[in-house]
C-alpha cells in the first residue's frame, strides 16, 4: 500500500517561512520523481517544484530563489522549504511521487496561508 503524508502546512505570515515535509511508503522512493503542486480555490492545480530520482530540480517562475526541494532516500521523504511566503502562496499543497509517467501517487494535502 502506497502512502504519501504530507505535514509542516499552516499559518504564517508574509515573509515567513515553512518546511513541509513528504514521507513516503510502499514505493521503491529513491526512484520517483518527486514534486510539490499546490492548487489555491478557484485555481487549477499546478506543479510548484519537483526533483528528479538524479536530484535535478525545477521550479514555477513564481517561486524561484524562495523555495527549495530536496530529498531524502534514506528516509524516504521530500521536502519543501519555504521562504519569504507571500500570500499569493497560500494553497493547499500536495505531494506528488512519479515514475515514467505512467506510476503517479498523492498526498492528501496540507494547508498553507500566509496572512497578517
Known amino acids: 500500500q502506497v502512502q504519501l503524508v504530507e505535514s509542516g502546512g499552516g499559518l504564517v505570515q508574509p515573509g515567513g517561512s515553512l518546511r513541509l515535509s513528504c514521507a513516503a511508503s510502499?514505493?521503491?522512493?529513491?526512484?520517483?520523481?518527486m514534486g510539490w503542486y499546490r492548487q489555491a480555490p478557484g485555481k487549477q492545480r499546478e506543479l510548484v517544484a519537483a526533483i528528479t530520482s538524479g536530484d535535478s530540480t525545477n521550479y514555477v517562475e513564481s517561486v524561484k530563489g524562495r523555495f527549495t526541494i530536496s530529498r531524502d532516500n534514506a528516509k524516504k521523504t521530500a521536502y519543501l522549504q519555504m521562504n519569504s511566503l507571500k500570500p499569493e502562496d497560500t494553497a493547499v499543497y500536495y505531494c506528488?511521487?512519479?515514475?515514467?509517467?505512467?506510476?503517479?501517487?498523492w498526498g492528501q494535502g496540507t494547508q498553507v496561508t500566509v496572512s497578517s
Open positions: 510502499g514505493i521503491i522512493f529513491r526512484i520517483y520523481r
Open positions: 506528488n511521487a512519479l515514475y515514467r509517467d505512467s506510476q503517479a501517487y
